[in-house]
């Protein structure tokens, strides 16, 4: 089991960014695809973004194309997502997860989740 705990969430304005970061423990990182979901209040959770284990192929939903980028260190077992140009509509818990591959990564190991929250 692979261990999972975000951070970098915060309040931001809209237009801005955030950098979130995950940081993994546990079984080998390098191997296991990554990816982030989030929930906002009162909607299902929703999946935003997800990288392969070697980084080669990346995927996001069409809302954060062009202003969300996955990438990776497998050498620092972390995942990161840089979020540019925020909108109010962001504003949700982003949890991270890992899994055996993209496809599948709902049902793999999930974190806690870090709150983001942009203003208007």
């Known amino acids: 089991q692979v261990q999972l705990v975000e951070s970098g969430g915060g309040l931001v304005q809209a237009g801005g960014s955030l950098r979130l970061s995950c940081a993994a423990s546990g079984r080998t990182f390098s191997r296991d695809a990554m990816g982030w979901f989030r929930q906002a209040p009162g909607k299902e959770r929703e999946f935003v973004a997800a990288?392969?284990?070697?980084?080669?192929?990346?995927y996001y939903v069409d809302s954060v194309k062009g202003r969300f980028t996955i990438s990776r260190d497998n050498a620092k077992n972390t995942v990161y997502l840089q979020m540019n140009s925020l909108k109010p509509e962001d504003t949700a818990v982003y949890y991270c997860v890992a899994g055996s591959a993209v496809a599948t990564l709902s049902k793999g190991s999930w974190g806690q989740g870090t709150q983001v929250t942009v203003s208007s």
């Open positions: 990288i392969s284990w070697s980084g080669g192929n990346k």
